[in-house]
């Protein structure tokens, strides 16, 4: 007999707030800090299908006793981008005190110091990365072994379409020349604009880190 299965499900969901920031992009209006999630992904939906192969039906013969028996299934998967924040990369400030030494810090964009300081006109987490689609299909066949053992036969495929699915992204937008102890305060701070922002560079993913194509092969002994 053959046996089909079919099963969707969908996920639709924004999440409001940044719980992975540890700082306000502006203590000095907190409005401004309500953003999406970096882990807000609006849709994703999983379509999941299974096949028992109708060959090798009936009769005893050797050929017909190695393809029957045998089930395929296979899942289907799609999902929104995740959204990333456009930064400018603003060193901390170099300054000389009267003493003559050198100090390091309170610089950045609103004395917030150091790197990564999100772009106050776009926002935090205001651009999303590109769709992700995967296939991911198992063949498998359970062997009577006596009354109580079973021998399970896989052979599965991830991402077999060899899809890029990326999920991170150049996010430095603008960079600065630090400010240094012999610079003066009036000098103006000159931004340049990163050519490789918005660039991919990141596919990592479970269960080994990396979103491409993968095959194995194994046995399962049930008893």
């Known amino acids: 007999m053959l046996v089909r299965g079919f099963l969707l499900t969908a996920v639709l969901g924004c999440a409001l ?12 209006d907190p409005a401004k800090n309500r953003a999406p999630s970096p882990l807000d ?6 379509v999941y299908g299974v096949w028992e192969l109708p060959f090798g039906k009936g009769g ?10 045998w089930r395929m299934s296979s899942i289907f998967t799609a999902e929104t981008g995740r959204p990333y924040s456009p930064n400018i990369s603003v060193n901390s400030v170099q300054f000389l005190n009267t003493d003559g030494a050198v100090y390091n810090g309170y610089g950045g964009l609103l004395g917030l110091g150091g790197t990564g300081n999100f772009v106050p006109t ?15 299909l198992r063949i498998s066949r359970v062997i009577r072994v006596g009354d109580r053992l079973r021998l399970e036969l896989l052979g599965e495929a991830f ?18 020349v630090a400010t240094t102890a012999t610079t003066a305060l009036s000098a103006p701070v000159l931004l340049t604009r990163q050519n490789n922002f ?10 080994d880190g990396t979103n ?9 002994l049930k008893f």
């Open 159 to 176: 991402n077999i379409t060899n899809h890029a699915n990326y999920n991170g992204y150049s996010s430095t937008l603008y960079a600065s």
């Open 122 to 136: 776009l926002g935090r987490d205001s651009i999303y990365g590109d769709n992700n689609y995967k296939i991911d």
């Open 212 to 220: 491409a194509r993968r095959l194995q092969v194994a046995f399962r």
């Open 17 to 28: 707030v940044a719980p992975s920031y540890t700082r306000a992009q502006n203590q000095f």
């Open 41 to 46: 992904q609006r849709h994703r939906a999983v």
């Open 198 to 207: 918005g660039i991919p560079n990141n596919d990592g993913s479970q269960p």
């Open 60 to 69: 005893v013969s050797p050929l017909r006793s190695l393809v029957r028996d």
